[in-house]
Structures are given as C-alpha cells and as structure tokens.
C-alpha cells in the first residue's frame, strides 16, 4: 500500500524566507504527484502536477521537483508571503483513473 | 458555475441518524471523486465515479457510506446510521478525465455527528 509522508508537520518563518517542504512516497511507481494548498474552510487548489517523467515544475514563486526511484519530491517557496501562510498537501496517483493518495500535510506559517 | 459546489458546508447530526451530502460538480468533468478528511489525517478516498462506468467503490469504510450519480452531473454521498468517528470534512473532486489531469476540489461538508 503506498504511504505518503509529509516533513515537517508543521513549520513557521519570518517573511521574506526561502523554504522546502518535504515529501516521501513508498512505492516509486507513481503516475504523477501533486501539490495542493489547503485554506481553512475552503477546498484544495491545485499548485503544481508533476508527471513521472518530469524532474520538476515552476509556477512563479514555487517550484516543485520528483525523484521517483528515491520516491521524494520537494516543494521550494521562494521569498514566502503570509498570504502564504496554509497547509501545503502532496499527493500522489497510481495510474490514470485512479485516486490521489495524500500525505498529512505541512501547516506553514508566515509571520509579517 | 464556476467551481465545485458542496452543501451543506456543514452538518450536525445525532449517532444513529442518515445524513446525506451533496456535490455539484464543474459542468464536463466527468470524473467525481469523494474523500474523507478526519482530524489530523490526509484524504482518504472514498469512491470514484468515471462517466457512466461503475463506480470504483474500493475505499468505502462500511456498507453504511454509498453514493450516486447520474450520469456527469450531482452527486450524493449517503452515511447510514452515523457514528460518531464518521465525523469529517468529506471533500468531492472533479476533472475531465482520471488520474491525467488535475483534481478540482469543492470547499467540503464539515459533519459532526454528536
């Protein structure tokens, strides 16, 4: 059964910092990874989506890689914001047609 | 409309009471997933619905949790003769097709049940 870990749990920073959250999967076959930032009482948007083919995305200030024979992936945050300031969820897909399999999350907290 | 819908965005209900969930998906997307989100732990899938195929219903916890679609439009998640550990956020997540494309999540039903 896959197993997604998320480290740390929990993290909270100046702004203006640049930070990495931590992702680990147990079985490498995947068929891709996402990123997904969760806000209190509203749904997960989607950041990045990484295909098992990829080594890496970027969206602005966010850059995600994937190592899939270590099974980890990254998640990098540029100059972070405290609009920033959310839990941080990484999930992973098995095949096309199959449901996400998601870690606990890392809740980030940005202070002013 | 613009996004996924869910209602109610909460609910408290008795143990022992029925208690069903509703999602609206974004209008073409055909894939609709559940999940359950409890205190402290990641998602858990609950069931998939692709187009008009069966359903995937592999992550149900028990014979007292079902849901339906008709066709690419609503869904219901029904929860029989809840218990109080099936208190959650259940979360419902669409896309145009399984597993390639990203998942587009509703805001969540928060249920307690007392």
């Known amino acids: 059964k896959q197993e997604v870990t998320q480290i740390p749990a929990a993290l909270s920073v100046p702004e203006g910092e640049n930070l990495v959250l931590n992702c680990s999967f147990t079985d490498s076959a995947i068929y891709n990874l996402q990123w997904f930032r969760q806000d209190p009482g509203k749904g997960l948007t989607s950041l990045l989506l990484?295909?098992?083919?990829?080594r890496e995305q970027t969206s602005g200030r966010l850059n995600a890689s994937l190592d899939k024979s270590s099974g980890r992936s990254t998640l990098y945050i540029a100059a972070s914001q405290p609009g920033d300031s959310a839990t941080y969820l990484c999930?992973?897909?098995?095949?096309?047609?199959?449901?996400?399999?998601f870690g606990k999350g890392t809740s980030l907290l940005v202070t002013p | 409309g613009a996004g996924v819908s869910q209602s109610p965005s909460n609910k408290v209900t008795e143990k022992g009471k029925d208690v069903e969930l509703r999602c609206d998906p974004i209008?073409?997307?055909?894939?609709l997933y559940w999940y359950r989100q409890r205190l402290g732990q990641g998602l858990e899938f609950l069931i998939y619905?692709?187009?008009?195929?069966?359903?995937?219903k592999s992550g149900l916890p028990s014979d007292r949790f079902s849901a339906e679609r008709t066709g690419e439009s609503v869904s219901t998640l029904t929860i029989q003769r809840t218990q109080q550990e099936d208190s959650a956020v259940y979360l419902c997540a669409g896309g145009p097709s399984g597993g390639t494309d990203t998942q587009y999540f509703g805001p969540g039903t928060r249920l307690t049940v007392l």
């Open positions: 999930a992973v897909s098995i095949g096309s047609g199959y449901a996400l399999n």
């Open positions: 209008s073409g997307h055909t894939a």
């Open positions: 619905f692709q187009g008009n195929s069966a359903p995937d």
């Open positions: 990484i295909q098992s083919s990829q």
